[in-house]
Each structure stands twice: as C-alpha cells, then as structure tokens.
C-alpha cells in the first residue's frame, strides 16, 4: 500500500496525528483538520451518493401511476419520497466539506458527475419494482452498512438513518417478488425476467473488482470504506442466492455455486458493460439526464422565489 503524500501544506506531524485518531476510532467531524485527499474523495463518494439516489426515483417513479393496487401505489409512493429524503441528507453531509449545492447539482446535470450504474437500465415491467427493492436496495444496504461505521461523522449518521429505510424498501420487494414467484405462470414469468435483467447489473453495482478499484486501499485507509467492493459483493451473493432459489427462482449464471467455505461463487461479470454504461453509453443514460435536467428546469421559479424572499428579507432587516 503506498504512503499518502502530503501536501506541501500538510506536515507529515499533522497527517500522523489524522491517521492516529482514524486508528483509535474516532470520527472526523466537519471543522478538524483533514487531508486535503480525504476530504476531495469523501466530496467525491457523498456527492456520487447523493446523485445516485436522486436519479433513482425515476426509474421506480415511472411505475408510480401504474401500480396493480392502492397498497402497492403507497408503498411504492414512500419509497420514491424516502429516496428523495436520502438525497437530501447526503447533499447536506458533502456541503460540510465545502461542496456547494450548486456545484454538485451542476456537476450532475452536465454529466460529469457518476452516479450508480444500475439505474442507467430500464425498468420494463411491474416485477422490476419488487426486483429493484430486493437487489438494488439489498445491495445498496450491504454497502451503507458498511458506511455507517466510515470514519467522517457527518456521512457516518447520515447512513445509520438511509439504512434503517433501505432495510423497509428490502422487504417490500423481496415480499412483492417472492409472492410473484409463487403467483399465476405470468406472474412467474415476469418474476423470472425481472432477475434475468437485473441480477448481473445488481452485482456490478458494488463497483469494480478490487484490482480495477484503485481507490481503495487509501480510503480503507482512512477508514472510509471498511471493506473491499469484492468483500461486499461476497456478502451480498451469500444473503441472496440462496433466497432466490428458495423463492423458486433461477439465477442467470450457469457457474454459480458454493463451495467448501459456504461462499457462493458467480461466475464471470462482463466488466466491459459495467465500464460502458459507466462511461454514459447505457440504455438509459441519456433519458435520465434528459429528466433530471427538465426537473431542475422545471424547479427554476421555486428557487426564484427563494431568492426574492431573501432579497426582501434583507432589505427589511436593512430598513
Ligand atoms: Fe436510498
Ligand atoms: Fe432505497
């Protein structure tokens, strides 16, 4: 593992004294030092978040108007808005490094900030809902857990509370999916398709492989991650495999399998999809932006707004 180097602003006394406080556990909260590295790459993992489950609620929000019932249309309702909750808390926990709103937002509208690759696919049928809540939010949960206990503060709370919500979205899909799995031949059917479509995006969203992940070894480090991306995949594939198959579910690799140590081991991910939607040549890339760009058009008279009542505000307090 190289050794960080500090910045010609930064004493190796001041990053040994950072680095023995990440050691003993304690968190790093808003106004202590930091290395300028650390705060660039939380900025740049928060903000990702954030992104990520703002361009979320599309994919989910489009079959808002075309639930099979008024129980699912809630349910599927809170979600969406929980999303949004969790957007917000993450934009306020970047902004305590300095990362303005508007810096963040630009960086998302224009395209160059990333956000999770899985909702660059599109959601073609009603079982897609339950299957997203089952492995995108199962899979999003193994990741945040793990972030709960990251060493900055303010992105530490912020996961204890998204967690406790994720874990509410997990049930409901594995219960909408399981009950489909179990229903008419259709419902199996769309069961079935929902997992061949989004069983391989679902264990690429846990990000690289760890030898393509050149991040890592700094921010576990630093105690931002805890663990590998392949250490989560890992975890993720052990809950779920078997709970799929018990649903009655096939799994779309041929080489899955446990072996001696009770891992199940998948067989290999196309890395070259991954890396293409990633780059912004998915299915949906283009369509999410396009949305994304209209809502923040659209939302331009609430910020207008905003800003003549402050204006008038000041203006009062100056009278
Ligand atoms: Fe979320
Ligand atoms: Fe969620």
């Known amino acids: 593992m190289t050794q960080p180097t500090p910045l010609p602003t930064e004493t190796p006394e001041q990053l040994a004294a950072f680095e023995a406080r990440i050691q003993n556990g304690e968190k790093i909260e808003p106004g202590d030092w930091m290395p300028a590295a650390y705060r660039q790459q939380l900025i740049r993992m928060i903000s990702q978040?954030?992104?990520?489950?703002?361009?979320?609620?599309?994919?989910?929000g489009a079959w808002i108007t075309r639930a099979p019932s008024l129980h699912r249309k809630m349910i599927l309702i809170a979600k969406v808005q929980d999303e949004a909750g969790h957007g917000q808390y993450l934009y306020h926990a970047a902004e305590t490094?300095?990362?303005?709103?508007?810096?963040?937002?630009?960086a998302l509208l224009t395209g160059k900030a990333k956000y999770s690759s899985i909702f660059n696919y599109p959601t073609l049928t009603w079982a897609d809902i339950g299957m997203i809540g089952w492995l995108v939010d199962g899979a999003a949960i193994k990741n945040q857990t793990m972030l709960a206990g990251a060493s900055y503060g303010p992105y530490s709370r912020a996961m204890v509370r998204i967690c406790s919500e994720e874990t509410f979205h997990h049930k409901q899909g594995k219960e909408m999916v399981v009950a489909y799995a179990q229903g008419t031949p259709a419902q199996r059917e769309m069961a079935q398709d929902?997992?061949?479509?989004?069983?391989?995006?679902?264990?690429?969203?846990?990000?690289?492989?760890?030898?393509?992940?050149?991040?890592?070894?700094?921010?576990?480090?630093?105690?931002?991650?805890?663990?590998?991306?392949?250490?989560?995949?890992?975890?993720?594939?052990?809950?779920?495999?078997?709970?799929?198959?018990?649903?009655?579910?096939?799994?779309?690799?041929?080489?899955?399998?446990?072996?001696?140590?009770?891992?199940?081991?998948?067989?290999?991910?196309?890395?070259?999809?991954?890396?293409?939607?990633?780059?912004?040549?998915?299915?949906?890339?283009?369509?999410?932006?396009?949305?994304?760009?209209?809502?923040?058009?659209d939302g331009a008279w609430v910020r207008d707004a905003l800003n003549a009542y402050e204006a008038r505000q000041h203006s009062q307090a100056a009278d």
């Open 49 to 60: 978040h954030a992104h990520s489950e703002v361009v979320g609620m599309l994919p989910e």
């Open 97 to 106: 490094l300095g990362a303005t709103r508007e810096q963040m937002l630009d």
């Open 194 to 297: 929902a997992l061949d479509r989004w069983w391989w995006p679902a264990l690429m969203m846990l990000g690289p492989s760890d030898k393509d992940s050149p991040n890592t070894p700094q921010l576990m480090r630093w105690g931002v991650k805890l663990k590998t991306n392949d250490e989560v995949r890992q975890e993720f594939i052990n809950e779920h495999a078997p709970e799929l198959i018990e649903a009655g579910l096939t799994i779309p690799d041929p080489l899955l399998h446990q072996d001696e140590q009770g891992n199940w081991i998948h067989g290999p991910i196309n890395w070259d999809e991954f890396w293409q939607v990633v780059k912004g040549h998915g299915q949906m890339n283009r369509a999410r932006l396009e949305a994304r760009n209209r809502a923040h058009d």
